[in-house]
Each structure stands twice: as C-alpha cells, then as structure tokens.
C-alpha cells in the first residue's frame, strides 16, 4: 500500500476512533503543505495544495494571470500556454496550473505526522470542550480521584473536575472511587483541555436531583417554585403541582419516602423539608415554617417583611438550632421574618 493510501486509511481510523472530522483534518494538512511550499514558490500566496480525499494523492496548484509577455513566472503564464488547457482563455484571466514539486508526497507525508498529531490534541479539547459545555448548570456524576491539598479531584469519563474546597459539603470525607452526584458551576476552555469546576453545596444541585427522580417533575406536572439549602444541613424547597389531582409535596416525598430518600442518602443525609408554594405570602411564609405551627402571619408587603406568632411551645423549634429554621424560610420566600411567641405578645 503507497503512502497516500496509508494516510487516508489512517485519517478514517481517526475519525472513528477519536471522533474528529476526516475533512478538518485534511483541511489542516493542505494548508499546512502551501506553508511548506515557501521553499518553492517564494510567498506561496497563490498556491493550493489539494489532497485527494480517497487516494490521499497530494497536488499543488498555481493560481497563474495570463499576459501577453511573462515578466515573473511564478504568477503569470503566456496566452499561448494557456490556450494549451482550454481555448476559450483570455488575456487577464486566471488559470489553475499543477506545480507538484518532485518528492513532494515525502515532504507531505513528514508534515502530515505534525499536522495530525497537533490537530488531534486541538479538535480533542474542542470536542471535550462542547460536550462538557452543554452540561453547565446540570448534574453529572463523577468518581473520587484523589485529594490535591482541600480540592478534590474528580474524574468525569473523559475529563477530571476539580471540586473545590468551598464548594465542599463541610465535614464530607471522600474515598477514591467514591461515586457521588455533582453540579457543574463553569467549564472553561483552556489550552490544556476544558477546566470542570463542580460542586457539592449549589441549591441547584438538589433541584436536578429532584428534577432527576421525581417523574411529574420531569414531565412539568410538579414545579420547584423556591429552594433554600445550608448544605450538609437542611434543604427547604416549595413545590406546586399545576394538576389538582397531583399531590406536589408527596410526589415529591414519593411511596413511603423512596425519592425524597435517595436524595437524602446521596447529599449523606442532609435533611429536606418539602413545602407547598402559595401565591398568598402569608401562606408561603406558615408553610415555610414547617414543621413548627403558626398563630397568625402579619405582612408588609412593602417592606418585605412578616411578624409571625407561634404557640410558646413551638417557637424554638420555629426558629430551629441557631435560627436555621426561620433563617431557611427567610430565604425561600424573600420575607425577613420576625417570629414572636403568643406569651411574648401578650408581654408576660
């Protein structure tokens, strides 16, 4: 088999195995080859270098003016070696001449090596940077490679991310080739190849989850209204269900707990409080509260604020261990919150 043919066979087996275009990588070839050709033809600017795409047979070809006397050879032909090619051609036209140098499939098949191997790392990073790319803002799942100082590194198929120490659950420890759930914050196009930044701690990253397991979620029969996370601790989410028939909330919590668990098990047991979503603020903010009950809720709607009374009995579990309760609900519903207790009102 002729070198040529070799090339093309071996371009084919690139494209299959690697995934990058046969047609790119010829491409770069050609006009890597018109830069060789430098040598030749001086500035090479009207020269084309055509490789044949089945027989991998390599052409150079000189874009020539024809004149009635040739004053610079390398850019101009006589009228009468034109009309050698084609009759019909007339003075200030321009002719495509073949100047294939001797021994110039050697020198194509020296250059096609670079080419090849530089391309292949380009359109590598090219591909694995789109790929990963349409997975910005969405989950993935990764194995636990190694800890590089508080970073963690993770790899994901084709690529490792890097989840940093702030975007780490606090208190969570990772073994190698732990299998755990991700959200992609940014991935960035380096010349190394694509930078994954991934984390543990994103409010999002319990929405996909949900979005990944609830099946009325995925067919926008259940919506995620709001969502409040302090992770590794407690998540507070408000869901709404646009069919009267479909309970948001225990869709959600799914038979005897089964979706709501798996959550719970892959976040290593972060407590999820689900809640039903009201258009009615002082609802929200009752519902928000839960598990502790409420009196009455007062609003000011302009500034963006509730007084909440709670029986005496529930006001510390309404403002829950160092105030997470009341300080999840502020977030989800964009209330500030003051939560008194009916003895505290009465003033005694």
């Known amino acids: 088999m002729d070198a040529n043919r070799e090339l093309i066979d071996a371009l084919n087996q690139i494209e299959r195995e690697k995934d990058i275009s046969k047609e790119v990588l010829i491409e770069a070839l050609e006009n890597s080859l018109v830069a060789a050709c430098k040598n030749n033809f001086g500035k090479a600017d009207n020269i084309k270098v055509n490789i044949d795409r089945v027989t991998g047979e390599v052409s150079v070809y000189a874009m020539r003016e024809v004149v009635d006397e040739v004053t610079d050879p390398v850019t101009q032909i006589s009228l009468a070696q034109a009309r050698m090619k084609d009759i019909d051609i007339n003075i200030g036209d321009m002719v495509s001449v073949e100047v294939t140098p001797k021994n110039f499939g050697r020198i194509a098949a020296q250059k096609a ?58 208190g969570e420890i990772f073994r190698p080739t732990d299998r755990i759930k991700l959200y992609v914050l940014e991935v960035k196009d380096t010349p190394k190849g694509p930078r994954i930044l991934v984390s543990r701690t994103h409010p999002e990253l319990v929405k996909r989850l949900f979005e990944a397991e609830v099946t009325e979620i995925q067919d926008g029969t259940v919506e995620i209204m709001s969502i409040a996370r302090e992770a590794g601790s407690r998540t507070k989410m408000a869901v709404w269900s646009n069919n009267p028939n479909v309970d948001a909330v225990g869709a959600c919590v799914g038979l005897n707990g089964s979706r709501v668990n798996a959550i719970v098990y892959e976040l290593r047991d972060e407590k999820i409080d689900i809640i039903n979503w009201s258009d009615d603020p002082a609802q929200l903010i009752e519902n928000a509260l839960s598990p502790a009950k409420v009196v009455s809720v007062t609003i000011d709607e302009e500034q963006k604020s509730a007084r909440v009374i709670v029986p005496d009995y529930q006001l510390s579990l309404a403002i829950g261990k160092e105030g997470q309760n009341a300080r999840l609900a502020a977030k989800l519903t964009g209330y500030k919150i003051d939560i008194k207790s009916e003895s505290q009102i009465m003033g005694y």
């Open 113 to 170: 090596k670079q080419v090849v191997v530089q391309k292949i790392r380009e359109e590598e990073r090219r591909v694995l940077y789109q790929q990963y790319l349409t997975k910005e803002r969405d989950i993935v799942t990764g194995i636990v490679q190694r800890y590089i100082g508080n970073n963690v590194s993770i790899n994901l198929g084709k690529v490792d991310a890097i989840l940093n120490e702030n975007e780490q659950i606090r």
